[in-house]
């Protein structure tokens, strides 16, 4: 079946460093490909996404690139701040699904 | 933007209670609901899709009398843990996605649920 997976955490850098988050998915098909960000004590808010092959997906300085060839939607960011200190998850919802399928999160902690 | 709240945000009960688990729009109508399940450092795992004043359609291996829903309004779902044990313990997140925008999912804050 369809399955997502992510770097394991946690990520621990420091402001205005360079941020990747390895993310590779298995599905069949064209799946649709997410980021979703959960700030503490808040529920998770959607990132980015991006629904074919080459497109790019980007917001709030994060991008990911939906790489076929790989199976691959790595989550970057070129300057990193405190704010940015969350738990990311990489998702996919298949060509013929409803539900979102997730990683298991990567916890980045960003010290100032 | 649009919000989803739950409540509570934090349970504990005796093993063989009930408990049960609200998620709701507050700024928008959901035409379809979302429960998911996480354990500690395990991804989300959907238990059961809920859609407004119908049954709700459970993945497999969620027993469907043991996870009781109920999509009631357009704004409500809930769910019930019923006869809770030690092994229910875990963090319930739900998620709401309004009509007609495809694929846009807001997702509440979570409940943990301890039993003891």
């Known amino acids: 079946g369809d399955s997502v997976t992510q770097m394991e955490g946690p990520v621990t850098l420091s402001e205005e460093a360079f941020l990747t988050i390895n993310c590779t998915y298995t599905?069949?098909?064209?799946?649709?490909l997410f980021w979703y960000v959960q700030y503490p004590g808040e529920g998770l808010q959607l990132l980015l996404k991006?629904?074919?092959?080459?497109d790019k997906g980007s917001n709030k300085g994060f991008e990911a690139t939906y790489r076929k060839e790989t199976t691959s939607f790595h989550l970057e960011k070129g300057s990193v701040q405190v704010s940015d200190s969350a738990v990311y998850f990489c998702?996919?919802?298949?060509?013929?699904?409803?539900?979102?399928?997730f990683g298991k999160g990567t916890t980045l902690s960003v010290s100032s | 933007g649009a919000v989803v709240s739950q409540h509570p945000s934090w349970v504990i009960c005796k093993s063989g209670t009930s408990v049960k688990i609200e998620c709701r729009s507050l700024?928008?109508?959901?035409?379809?609901m979302f429960w998911y399940r996480q354990f500690p450092k395990q991804s989300l795992m959907l238990m059961a899709t809920?859609?407004?004043?119908?049954?709700?359609?459970?993945e497999q291996g969620v027993e469907k009398d043991k996870f009781l829903i109920n999509h009631a309004s357009l704004t409500l779902s809930t769910l019930t843990v019923t006869s809770a044990h030690p092994e229910d313990s875990s963090f319930y997140i739900c998620?709401?996605?309004?009509?007609?925008?495809?694929?846009?999912?807001?997702f509440g804050p979570g409940t943990r649920l301890l039993v003891l």
């Open positions: 998620s709401a996605r309004p009509g007609g925008t495809g694929e846009t999912q807001y």
């Open positions: 599905a069949t098909g064209y799946p649709s």
């Open positions: 991006a629904t074919k092959a080459d």
């Open positions: 998702a996919l919802k298949g060509q013929a699904g409803t539900a979102l399928i």
């Open positions: 700024d928008f109508q959901a035409t379809t």
């Open positions: 809920s859609n407004e004043g119908s049954k709700a359609t459970y």
